[in-house]
């Protein structure tokens, strides 16, 4: 039976650029700052690092592909060093090669980073997707961008529970409010406003129902972790933060292709939740877990997201969200920087950028959007699209 | 004896009134007034020839099983390709099976009959599936800018179950270069109006119908119906007077409603008067272009039985319709106007033919599979069965989707993706009998979307890679009429 890493790697550094459209710097310039701070942080030297692990999605447009960016870049002196990619689960993809590595014992202490640089691609959005489904997919593949397959998410949401484009709307903009407000709080976000929701619910169409404010910014970015195993943790620092479960599911594919699914909500994400609960030892997260980073890419999907993780019942986020449950006030706040956002997402870097919330939380170093005395932090990631998805969920605490 | 065996037929879902195009450009030429009348058809962005001759011989089809039939041509003088057969991109979205004759036939608007001959001519009791179908393209300003429009139609031909006997016909041929084009161009050459209609459809075509009369020993008035493809409204007069025929005998050439549909116009034609034929009716054929085909048929009672079949044909496509009333939105549709499609719809893969051709006729046809073991429909074909309570390896059979009903489970408008009709519509399709496919929707505005509504398949121009000289073929879901 497997035992899971619960307890058994902690993070001791961390490091995380200002997110925004950064056109005076390069995906290089990203990584040496986030790696600078990290080990800064860390109080360790970069010889102290065993191996390395590196996250980026659109290599085509940013880094090139395989490890070597990273290592050319950082000048790390020989050591094993790999590339992953996930879609949006790349960051957190690369944490998990360093937290599996020092778990195992293969390495002392390794090395996470993210980073991606989306904004020279000259139009707005992702990346072109091209081949991302492989060579088939101009010729079978929809014509769909990323806001168009959350968005159906949002249809087929509000068609099963009844919400007239006016009610789902409005509990979406609550969403992107809330969001925007704690980005306001937040020296590092990219969007820095607080949004009105009547400004979110009139804002252009991007992909119906999503408006502008529904979708998530599209920006550069770099986050880096660095990881030993727990009972060294304090050899480092004195407040680690502890890796409690770390867990990826990823789709069958039967999404797509078998009626199984009512397409309301991310069944990865709620089998990752699962699994990472399961190796935390948590029972009930809606009581257990003090504040959440989810992938709010779309407003929609941080709301399914809430019920795919049972901290709502199903069918009923709405009402929480519109008590304000998720809040930077409320009983689970969420999105406490930001979140995606006012971040943006630049795809490699999101996921570490999320745990460095999670981290500087649960060490009482959120400076004015601190929450009051966490104990347990969530990140989850999806990839791909609703109907396609890859998934992560970590959970964190400050104690083993 | 050889004839008719089915018809069908198919008209584009726009329709564009000619004062539209009037209003904007008959400033330059005021004199196209005179065909400013009625509306056309306007073929949608992701339709061309062949996709509309695939939607008529769909409708030709019906239940008539594909293995029964042994060749496809298709007529057109506004192919997509000059090179890659237009016929067996029409075979394959048809899925009719490889041991099959194809061929194109174009260069002239009488392509359309030439195709119906070559299928009727010594028939030796093969089925084939003749098809016509056209999407011109003409210059803004030009008279043809109003009288084009888009549709096609489609026949099976064969010795059973006949509703049309072919009786006779006659053709000439005669170099008479009312216009003209090389594969270079985009747009004909054309002469003068006034000779098309003075020595072109006025003389032509009544020595085609003369020829058929005296070969056949007939007289015009032993025809219940005439169909004369003469788009030209102002040469009709003359050439019925010409040929002894009445205004009754003359089945109408829609130029109101669809327009000069060029090498499918004879055909659509023909197609209208099956529609409501009787039998005993004689129906005389007669196209137009580089000479003229005259063709005899004699309708027999089978067709009585036949129009229960809950074809659409002319009548039934005619009453679907959406008007097309943004000059701007046609000339984009059909390529006319530079459009800023970003950079983001500059980007285009290319597309890789090993892989397109080992897929065969998945991208072609819609066809998926469905598992042995559990039965569940599935696309795209994979070895291994989608259904989580399953899992088989290897345990599957080919299973058409292009035939099958569906109802949306979600959908969007996306204002994101490059499309040549924003927002592109998209949505994941359940099927009726099981499986679920992730599908572009075409001819509909996103207002009539619903969750649940109802949808059928339809073959359509994917995308479109001009640099590569590519056009990539595959389904789309359309609103169930």
């Known amino acids: 039976m497997a035992q899971g890493i619960n307890n058994e790697v902690a993070i001791i550094g961390m490091g995380c650029t200002t997110f925004g459209e950064l056109w005076d710097r390069s995906a290089s310039d990203l990584m040496v700052d986030a790696f600078q701070e990290a080990l800064e942080d860390a109080g360790i030297e970069k010889k102290d690092i065993d191996a390395a692990w590196f996250g980026t999605c ?35 993809e690369s944490f998990r090669g360093a937290c599996y590595a020092v778990a195992s014992g293969a390495c002392d202490i390794a090395l996470a980073m993210g980073v991606e640089k989306l904004k020279d691609t000259g139009y707005g959005g992702l990346p072109d997707f ?21 968005a159906m998410l949002a249809t087929a949401y509000f068609d099963k529970y009844g919400l007239s484009p006016e009610e789902g709307k409005r509990a979406l903009a609550h969403i992107s409010s ?52 727990a ?46 609960f399961k190796e935390a030892g948590i029972t009930n997260p809606r009581e257990e877990i003090s504040m959440m980073e989810v992938h709010d890419c779309f407003s929609i999907t941080e709301l399914s997201t809430y019920e795919d993780l049972q901290i709502s019942p199903r069918g009923k986020a709405v009402e929480d969200i519109e008590a304000g449950f998720f809040d ?50 969530l990140t989850h990631n999806l990839g791909g699209f609703p109907c396609m998805s890859v998934v992560s969920v970590a959970v964190f605490g400050n104690t083993l | 004896m050889a004839g008719i065996t089915s018809y069908g037929a198919y008209i584009p879902w726009y329709r564009m009134k000619r004062s539209i195009i009037f209003e904007q450009m008959g400033w330059f030429n005021a004199g196209n007034a005179a065909v400013a009348r009625g509306e056309k058809a306007v073929a949608n962005y992701d339709e061309d020839s062949v996709t509309m001759a695939v939607a008529a011989a769909l409708d030709c089809l019906g239940e008539n099983p594909r293995d029964h039939i042994d060749g496809l041509y298709l007529a057109s003088t506004s192919f997509p390709f000059a090179q890659r057969q237009n016929a067996v991109i029409a075979s394959q979205g048809l899925d009719l099976p490889p041991a099959v004759r ?44 109003y009288t084009y429009g888009d549709g096609a139609a489609a026949f099976l031909t064969g010795e059973e179950n006949v509703l049309a006997e072919f009786k006779g016909s006659y053709s000439v041929s005669a170099d008479f270069i009312d216009f ?48 004369l493809a003469c788009p030209a409204a102002g040469a009709m007069k003359g050439l019925m007077r010409a040929i002894g025929a009445v205004p009754e005998q003359v089945q109408d050439t829609m130029m109101d409603t669809i327009g000069d549909t060029g090498a499918a116009l004879p055909l659509m034609v023909l197609a209208a008067a099956l529609e409501e034929a009787k039998a005993g009716d004689r129906i005389l054929v007669v196209s137009y272009g580089s000479g003229s085909d005259a063709l005899w048929f004699e309708v027999t009672p089978a067709i009585e039985g036949f129009r229960t079949g809950g074809r659409k044909g002319i009548a ?140 059928t398949m339809s073959f359509r121009r994917k995308y479109a890679d001009p640099r590569r000289g590519y056009y990539g073929y595959f389904w789309k879901a359309v609103p169930a009429a």
């Not at chain 1, 979708?215 to 986050?223: F, I, L, M, N, T």
């Open chain 2, 316 to 455: 039934g496509h005619l009453a679907r319709r959406n008007d097309l009333s943004v000059y701007g939105k046609y000339l984009v549709f059909r390529n006319l106007i530079p459009l800023e499609v970003g950079i983001r719809g500059e980007e285009i893969t290319p597309t890789a033919m090993s892989s397109l051709w080992r897929d065969g006729n998945a991208i072609s046809a819609l066809v998926g599979s469905r598992c042995r073991a559990c039965g569940t429909p599935q696309f795209p074909q994979e070895r291994v069965c989608v259904n989580p309570d399953c899992g088989a390896t290897d345990n599957m059979e080919e299973y058409p989707f292009s035939d099958k009903a569906g109802t949306l489970a979600s959908y969007t408008g996306d204002n994101l993706a490059f499309s040549w009709d924003p927002p592109q519509i998209y949505g994941l399709v359940d099927f009726e009998e099981g499986g679920r496919i992730l599908l572009d929707l075409t001819d509909c505005s996103l207002d009539a979307v619903r969750v649940k509504m109802p949808v």
């Open chain 2, 180 to 227: 003209r084009r090389t594969p270079e161009e985009r747009f004909s050459h054309g002469w003068e109006e006034r000779w098309i209609r003075d020595e072109g459809y006025s003389r032509i075509i009544p020595q085609a119908v003369a020829g058929l009369l005296n070969r056949y020993d007939l007289k015009i008035s032993d025809f219940a119906k005439v169909v």
């Open chain 1, 130 to 150: 091209g081949n991302l489904l492989g060579s088939q997919n101009r010729a079978i593949f929809a014509n769909l961008t990323a806001p168009g397959g959350f």
């Open chain 1, 178 to 229: 809330k969001s925007h407000h704690n980005g306001t709080l937040s020296p590092k976000a990219h969007l820095r406003s607080e949004v009105s929701i009547e400004k979110i619910m009139n804002a252009p169409i991007i992909a119906w129902p999503l408006g502008l404010f529904d979708c998530c910014g599209v920006s550069d970015g770099a986050a880096c972790a660095i990881v030993c195993r």
């Open chain 2, 102 to 145: 194809t061929a194109d036939f174009g260069g002239s608007t009488k392509a359309g009959t030439s195709a119906l001959l070559a299928a009727l001519d010594g028939a030796d009791n093969r089925r084939l599936m003749v098809c016509a179908g056209e999407n011109r393209l003409a210059k803004p300003g030009s008279s043809q800018e």
């Open chain 1, 58 to 92: 659109f290599d085509e447009v940013n880094v090139g592909k395989s490890a070597l960016s990273l290592t050319k870049t950082l000048k790390l002196p020989f050591i094993p060093a790999t590339r992953v990619e996930n879609f949006c689960a790349s960051g957190t």
């Open chain 1, 231 to 276: 009972s060294r943790a304090s050899e480092f620092r004195k407040d680690p933060v502890y890796v409690k479960g770390l867990q990826i599911a990823v789709t069958s594919g039967e999404e797509m292709a078998h009626q199984k699914w009512d397409g309301t909500h991310v069944i990865p994400t709620y089998r990752a939740g699962c699994a990472a």
């Open chain 1, 328 to 377: 930077l006030d409320g009983t689970i706040p969420c999105q406490t920087d930001g979140g995606l956002k006012c971040f943006g997402h630049p795809i490699g870097a999101s996921g570490i950028r999320m745990i460095y919330e999670e981290y500087k939380q649960l060490q009482g170093k959120a400076g004015e959007r601190q929450v009051a005395s966490p104990r347990i932090g």
